[in-house]
């Protein structure tokens, strides 16, 4: 059996939505799966020179966990990785991966489980929610936890929406850098200030675009992350005083500013590269040879 699976970037938290917003935008990874050919593991674009070429990549053991979860064993294939999802830079390569290896272990071992029991697999190898929710549904997403296990609900993104996502070349960030500078507790005001934001969020990212100015505004992640980044956050003023909605991609250190009318994300110049991505209104596919 020969699979493709397509899987998108996405950038999650947006603003206030922190661990339940996410947006799917239109570059995809791409993992070519073959049972008929010698088995051999390989890695192409980016990360090639950095990610495990084997078992330990964290596709593979998307896939193991899946065959575990089912009570199955996989048998040996070809696998071949195409990324052009840039790592470690807040655009969800990780949820990305974790997504490409569970869609395929789903449809190799012919389990056909529902979209809420793929999320639930993938968020258990992942952790973080509104990543692999965009990842799978595509669009713009809302994550959250109901009585059941977690849940999305799929939204339509506003049709003049125009992401633009910065991207520092020489600046990582990782997650668990990130997460370990954020506070054990917020107080009242800023936790119902980003209540009221993350609520006007979903009307400016489906609707009004006019809104996202304010409705990207953060209290509770982005001022102690952008610290961590001092060029990052200079860019980030910059936009802000400009005019430009603006908002980290996921953990950063990339950021995701939207063009409004005649308000364009200017080029920050040496050092940055700008990727005016389409937002990818379908998430995860499966190409069957």
Same mark, same amino acid.
């Given at each position: 059996?020969?699979?493709t699976a *397509?899987?998108?970037?996405? %950038?999650?938290?947006?603003?206030?939505?922190?661990?339940?917003? @996410?947006?799917?935008?239109?570059?995809?990874?791409?993992?070519?799966?073959?049972?008929?050919?010698?088995?051999?593991?390989?890695?192409g674009?980016e990360?090639?020179?950095?990610?495990? @070429?084997?078992?330990?990549?964290?596709?593979?053991? =998307?896939?193991?966990?899946?065959a575990? =979860?089912?009570?199955?064993?996989l048998?040996?294939?070809?696998?071949?990785?195409?990324n052009?999802i840039?790592?470690?830079?807040?655009?969800?390569?990780?949820?990305a991966?974790?997504?490409?290896?569970?869609?395929?272990?789903?449809?190799?071992?012919?389990?056909?489980?529902?979209?809420?029991?793929?999320l639930?697999?993938?968020?258990?190898?992942?952790?973080? &929610?509104?990543?692999?929710?965009?990842?799978?549904?595509? +669009?713009?997403?809302?994550?959250?936890?109901?009585?059941?296990g977690?849940? @999305?609900?799929?939204?339509?993104?506003?049709?003049? /929406? *125009?992401?633009?996502?910065?991207? &520092?070349?020489?600046?990582?960030?990782?997650?668990?850098?990130?997460r370990?500078?954020?506070?054990?507790?917020?107080?009242?005001?800023?936790?119902?200030?980003?209540?009221?934001?993350? %609520?006007l969020?979903?009307?400016?990212?489906?609707?009004?675009?006019d809104?996202?100015?304010?409705?990207?505004?953060?209290?509770l992640?982005?001022?102690?992350?952008?610290?961590?980044?001092?060029h990052?956050?200079?860019?980030?003023?910059?936009? *802000? %005083?400009?005019?430009?909605?603006?908002?980290?991609?996921?953990?950063?250190?990339? /950021? /995701?500013?939207?063009? %409004?009318?005649?308000v364009?994300?200017?080029? &920050?110049?040496?050092?940055?590269s700008? /990727?005016?991505?389409?937002?990818?209104? +379908?998430?995860?596919?499966?190409?069957?040879?």
């Amino acid at each position: 059996m020969r699979l493709t699976a *397509r899987v998108p970037a996405t %950038a999650a938290n947006l603003g206030p939505g922190f661990d339940c917003l @996410a947006l799917a935008l239109d570059l995809l990874n791409e993992v070519a799966i073959d049972t008929e050919a010698q088995p051999r593991f390989s890695v192409g674009g980016e990360g090639h020179e950095e990610l495990p @070429a084997g078992e330990e990549n964290l596709i593979a053991r =998307s896939m193991a966990h899946v065959a575990r =979860s089912l009570g199955r064993e996989l048998p040996p294939m070809a696998v071949s990785c195409t990324n052009r999802i840039p790592i470690e830079r807040g655009l969800g390569s990780s949820a990305a991966a974790v997504v490409a290896g569970v869609v395929l272990a789903d449809r190799l071992l012919g389990a056909a489980s529902s979209p809420d029991e793929l999320l639930a697999l993938a968020i258990e190898i992942e952790g973080h &929610p509104d990543n692999v929710a965009g990842a799978l549904r595509g +669009g713009l997403v809302l994550a959250y936890r109901g009585a059941g296990g977690w849940r @999305a609900e799929s939204l339509v993104p506003a049709p003049d /929406l *125009r992401p633009a996502v910065l991207v &520092p070349l020489d600046v990582r960030l990782p997650t668990t850098d990130a997460r370990r500078v954020l506070p054990d507790e917020v107080r009242l005001e800023d936790a119902a200030f980003n209540a009221g934001r993350a %609520a006007l969020a979903v009307v400016a990212l489906t609707g009004r675009t006019d809104l996202l100015g304010e409705a990207l505004e953060d209290r509770l992640h982005q001022p102690t992350r952008l610290p961590l980044v001092p060029h990052v956050r200079a860019v980030f003023d910059d936009l *802000r %005083a400009g005019g430009v909605p603006v908002c980290m991609s996921g953990a950063g250190p990339s /950021l /995701l500013a939207f063009e %409004a009318g005649t308000v364009g994300v200017p080029d &920050p110049g040496p050092g940055w590269s700008v /990727l005016r991505l389409a937002p990818r209104v +379908g998430g995860a596919e499966i190409l069957e040879a």
